[in-house]
């Protein structure tokens, strides 16, 4: 069983990631909402339980899938984001009639907000007037299990192994995040599920299911859902965090020389890295 329990461990000991330049700075963003949206119950909030199950299938003829929600509060500017990465980690995978190894999951953008202490597989708010998801008022008055409002083009797919289990594991959400930042898509969280949820109803029992560790679990409190900001800040040339008038020196010195001052990464210190230094000028990562 693996633990993060420093930021040394965050830092250099996460699959991936190694440790960022004197000039990058990390965030660690704990999760501020996380649900599980069950078909099974489908008027019951799952804010607050200690586990985000991801089921897809059918129990007795029953459906019963379950889909997880995140949710993070995220402040940097979409042009210091270097690198963004989701750590979750899962602690059990299960499925009948026969076991599984592997699991396909995918993340989708939420589509409309939702409270953390409401939602269910119908309802996305609440108080004295309920709002529900338009997935479920779109099929009334034949019943459709709703299941949240989300964009069905997945914005990651990726696969989960039986061997990840208790380990960190960790996705690049960079594209999600700068799409957040940038103002392009609403920052509604995002939606977990399986991939491909083709189980059909059937007499028999047939299902599968993986559990993550949710932001309310209140021993493995290291193995809540984070999201691992990289913040680079371009033009910072002598790696103490803010640029200034030192930076513009480094750049001066190497301009059209030599590559001391190249920001864009194109081999070359001329016009265009002055231009960004200058974007950036007195901005600080401090």
Known sequence: ???????????????????????????????TADSCLSATLP????????????????????????RGLLRFQIEAAVELIAEATLQLN????SSSPEDITEAELSLHFLTRLWEEEYATWRQRLGGSHPTYWDSYL???????????????????????REEDTWQPF????????????????????????????????????QYRNVDFVSRDHPHFLEDRPTLILRLHLP??????NVVDQQDLGILLAAYELNDAGDIN???LTDQQDLGILLANYDRTLL
């Open 138 to 160: 779109q099929s009334l008055p034949i019943y459709e299990p709703g299941g949240g409002d989300f964009d069905p083009q997945p914005a990651l797919v990726f696969t989960l």
């Open 170 to 205: 960790t996705l690049d959400v960079t594209a999600i995040v700068r799409a957040w930042q940038s103002g392009a898509i609403a920052n509604h969280g995002l939606l977990l599920r399986f991939h491909d949820e083709t189980a059909a109803p059937g007499d028999g029992t």
């Open 1 to 31: 069983m693996k633990r993060c329990a420093s930021l040394a461990v965050w830092m250099g000991a996460i699959p991936g990631w190694a440790i960022p330049a004197l000039a990058d700075r990390l965030e660690l963003l704990p999760a």
């Open 235 to 240: 033009g910072d040339l002598n790696d103490d």
């Open 265 to 267: 990464g194109d081999g």
């Open 43 to 66: 008027d019951v909030p799952g804010g607050g339980d200690y586990d985000i199950e991801v089921t897809e299938g059918y129990y007795k003829g029953r459906m019963n899938t379950e």
């Open 90 to 93: 899962f602690h059990g995978m």
